[in-house]
């Protein structure tokens, strides 16, 4: 006999949701984010992944706490902060997503095809947009296939990093950053030199602000945490897993990212690692296997091609809902038979092209990075507001949000100015857009009003 008792809707176990954390964090950071974090401390840096791993603990405490605090969940919700502190939190997100997806993008090229990595990362950005507009997400099985991947490619890493020796004139006891070092590095080895990374190797002093902003640089894999929180009803227990998961993901992204720093140090010494645009391959071709290091650059292609992906659609989708509200230009919200939004696709698609092919992996990353502390320190300052919040909240949203201001400013100066710049502008635009729309047609005093909210 055949039942028509509807199916209850699937949901997410907690143990998926880890899943899905761990691949929010296995992408363009562990494959890229080491080398400038070498450029700025040198032997060092290592001590920067542990500062990262506390402060992404500190922004999971919070996002916590604000999901168990009010119905509103995680995000911010109008009454949080003044308004324009939601509209920065709203745009600074969008902003940290595009400049990720440039980021994963070049990481990709360089990965993919060493001598040409520009027309690579150019055709992946434009394969990704026509894979978004086709409505296609990356699923939890595939995350589960990810984070396994990753986690077999990386203990072949650090098996051969810790097994090899530095190249000589690269002694990885050396706590120099080698500043001036890099173009003499590449020139030794016939690897053409970042200029990117020489900038931020001159840029940045050997001492605690160079560990300060290797931190900032490591960071950037924890980016993409926000991504449990925003599974939202889909999770079967929502406020445990927004809890736990993440704060899984981040103790097990420290520990593989220290195990890496030392293997890289060990294999390619700080030097050398800081001029590399490619660590992970780099570091098994310097160990003689050439197969191995196919395997590495297959993995990275595969996490950078999932990274792009995910924070591109994320972006477009995040864009959209502020268009449909009156918060960015109306023609960004229009959508397609699919129902995905493909004009913010396409538009945020040639933004990701244009960041690429301008400014380079490194800059994306460091532009993500401070756009994301932005929005992490609004998140902070909302649990500062909250009426009764307990003291240890308390403390960790102060320390949290301290620490990200902190990390933000020491960024190198070019991209904490070009950051700043693309926050103005976009805050801007969010603002004009708002009171257009607001002038137009007046909104219910009762009616959403929160840009984060809607572009959660």
Do not use: K
Not at 355 to 365: D, E, K, Q, R, S
Request: charged residues 10%; positive net charge; hydrophobic residues 55%.
């Amino acid at each position: 006999m055949v039942s028509n008792v509807p199916r209850p809707p699937y949901r997410i176990p907690s143990t998926t949701a880890v899943v899905v954390a761990l691949a929010a964090t296995f992408g363009t950071g562990l494959y890229a984010a080491l080398a400038p974090a070498a450029a700025s401390a040198g032997a060092w840096f290592p001590l920067g992944v542990v500062l990262a791993g506390l402060l992404a603990l500190g922004v999971v405490a919070s996002t916590a706490h604000l999901a168990t605090a009010r119905p509103a969940g995680p995000e911010l919700v109008r009454g949080d902060l003044p308004g324009p502190a939601l509209r920065l939190g709203a745009v600074s997100r969008l902003v940290s997503r595009t400049a990720a997806a440039a980021a994963a993008a070049g990481v990709f090229g360089a990965y993919v095809l060493p001598s040409r990595p520009e027309p690579v990362a150019v055709i992946a950005v434009l394969a990704v947009i026509g894979v978004n507009a086709a409505g296609v997400r990356v699923s939890p099985g595939a995350s589960r296939g990810l984070v396994v991947g990753t986690l077999l490619v990386l203990a072949l890493v650090i098996g051969v990093g810790l097994l090899t020796n530095a190249p000589d004139g690269s002694d990885p006891s050396s706590a120099m950053p080698a500043a001036t070092a890099g173009t003499a590095v590449a020139e030794a080895d016939g690897t053409p030199d970042d200029p990117v990374v020489g900038t931020l190797q001159a840029a940045v002093e050997p001492g605690p602000l160079g560990v300060l902003t290797a931190a900032a640089f490591v960071f950037f894999a924890f980016t993409g945490l926000s991504r449990v929180a925003e599974l939202g009803g889909s999770l079967r227990d929502p406020m445990r897993a927004i809890r736990r998961a993440p704060a899984v993901a981040v103790l097990v992204t420290t520990t593989l990212l220290l195990l890496l720093s030392a293997a890289l140090l060990h294999g390619l010494g700080p030097a050398r690692l800081a001029e590399s645009a490619t660590p992970l391959a780099s570091l098994m071709d310097t160990g003689g296997s050439p197969a191995l290091g196919v395997l590495v650059r297959i993995a990275a292609a595969a996490a950078t091609a999932a990274a792009l992906l995910g924070a591109l659609s994320r972006a477009a989708s995040g864009a959209a809902r502020l268009a449909r509200d009156g918060e960015l230009p109306a023609f960004l919200g229009r959508g397609g038979s699919r129902g995905t939004p493909w004009v913010a696709d396409l538009v945020l698609g040639g933004l990701t092209v244009a960041v690429t092919l301008a400014f380079g992996p490194v800059v994306a990353i460091a532009v993500s990075v401070g756009s994301a502390l932005v929005h992490h320190t609004l998140l902070h300052a909302a649990v500062l507001r909250l009426p009764g919040r307990p003291g240890t909240a308390a403390f960790v949203a102060g320390a949290g949000g301290t620490g990200c201001v902190l990390l933000a400013a020491v960024l190198p100066p070019w991209p904490l100015l070009a950051t700043a710049a693309l926050l103005v502008a976009a805050w801007g635009l969010s603002t004009v857009c708002s009171r257009s729309a607001a002038a137009r047609e007046p909104r219910a005093e009762s009616g959403p009003s929160d840009p984060e909210e809607r572009a959660a």
